[in-house]
């Protein structure tokens, strides 16, 4: 999929210039050619995770408590 800058300057409403158009033209195909080499790799078999490590919900109990006095 080809994406260019100013496509993306435009959707972003910013304005560039062509010095930068340049910069990130380069550092966006960079990143595009990364994504392809990821797209090579087999996940056959891998589910799909949010996070590496198992998270778990560390609040504690809801308990109602006095509240502070009005003064």
């Known amino acids: ?4 800058v100013d496509h993306l300057s435009r959707l972003a409403r910013l304005s560039i210039s062509e010095e930068e158009k340049s910069t990130y033209g380069d550092q966006l195909a960079g990143i595009l050619s990364y ?5 090579e ?5 891998v589910e ?3 996070h ?8 504690r109990e809801d308990l109602p408590l006095s509240s502070l006095p009005r003064e």
């Open 48 to 50: 799909p995770t949010s």
């Open 41 to 45: 790799l087999d996940t056959e078999g």
């Open 35 to 39: 994504m392809e080499k990821l797209n």
């Open 52 to 59: 590496v490590i198992s998270m778990s919900n560390v609040v």
């Open 1 to 4: 999929m080809k994406i260019s």
